[in-house]
C-alpha cells in the first residue's frame, strides 16, 4: 500500500529527506548498526554545529506536496502521527554534518518536528529518537528518488534514525517568531543568539544546546510575540 513520504525541508538540494513511511525494522539492527562508518567528511562548523554531545535536536521535513523524481515526498507531523506506533524512518539525509548528527543521536533524546518550505514554516510537535543510527536502505534503492550509485552496501554512506511522535506543540512556533528572538538574543546575549536554524539554516537537522530547547519550549506556554 502507498506509504506517507517524508521529504526535505530548506533549501539545499544536497540536504534531503526523502520517502520514509513506517519502515519494516532490520531483520538484526545490531548487525547494520555496526555497518555504519564515518565514510566521507564532516563539513566545517562552529559552536553548537561543532563536536556534539547535544541531547536535543530540530529535524525539518515538508509538509506539502512536491514531486520529486515522481515521489511524492511530503512528509508532515500530522502523517508521522498516522503511522503504526506513530513511528517513522528518518531517511533521505544526504548532507554529510545533519548524516554525522543523525549518528549522533541516542535513544530517548528529544526533537523538534520543524515544517519547512511552506507557507508557513515552524515548529510543529516534539518527537524522540526510538532507534538509533542504522544504513539509509534508500541509498541503494534504484527506485528511490535518493539514490546514491556511490554507496556500498559493505560501506554505505548514509544512515537514518527512527523517530516517534510525541505531541503536538500547544501551540505552533512559527518561524518568524523564532527569527525575532534570535535577532534581539544577538544583541543581548540570550539564548538563540548561536541557534543553528538561523546560523546554518540549510542543514535539515540540527543540534541544540538544553538552552536552546527550553526557551522554544517555554515559547508554546506565551502569547505569540
Not at 523538534?112 to 529518537?129: D, M, Q, R, T
Request: aromatic residues 8%.
Amino acid at each position: 500500500m502507498p506509504r506517507p513520504r517524508k521529504r526535505l525541508a530548506g533549501a539545499a538540494k544536497p540536504d534531503r529527506k526523502g520517502p520514509a513511511g513506517k519502515r519494516t525494522k532490520t531483520k538484526n539492527p545490531g548487525e547494520a548498526s555496526t555497518k555504519v562508518k564515518n565514510s566521507s567528511p564532516q563539513t566545517s562548523t562552529s559552536q553548537n554545529c561543532g563536536k556534539n554531545l547535544s541531547k536535543y535536536w530540530l529535524m525539518k521535513s515538508e509538509p506539502e506536496s512536491r514531486l520529486e523524481k515522481g515521489v511524492d515526498v511530503k512528509f508532515s507531523i500530522e502523517d508521522l502521527k498516522a503511522q503504526p506506533k506513530q513511528i517513522a524512518g528518518w531517511d533521505g539525509v544526504r548532507n554529510y554534518q545533519a548524516r554525522n548528527f543523525l549518528r549522533a543521536m541516542k535513544l530517548e533524546e528529544k526533537a523538534f518536528f520543524y515544517h519547512s518550505n511552506c507557507k508557513e514554516p515552524g515548529i510543529a510537535g516534539l518527537v524522540k529518537i526510538v532507534k538509533e543510527a542504522y544504513p539509509d536502505h534508500t541509498q541503494f534503492e534504484k527506485s528511490n528518488p535518493y539514490y546514491d550509485p556511490s554507496s556500498k552496501e559493505d560501506n554505505p554512506k548514509w544512515s537514518m534514525v527512527d523517530v516517534q511522535f510525541v505531541r503536538m506543540m500547544k501551540r505552533f512556533i512559527p518561524l518568524a517568531e523564532l527569527k525575532t528572538h534570535h535577532q534581539a538574543h544577538k544583541a543581548t546575549g540570550g539564548p538563540l543568539k548561536n541557534m543553528a536554524l538561523f546560523t546554518h539554516q540549510r542543514l535539515s537537522v540540527q543540534p541544540l544546546t538544553p538552552e536552546e530547547f527550553d526557551f522554544v519550549l517555554s515559547l508554546e506556554e506565551k502569547e505569540p510575540s
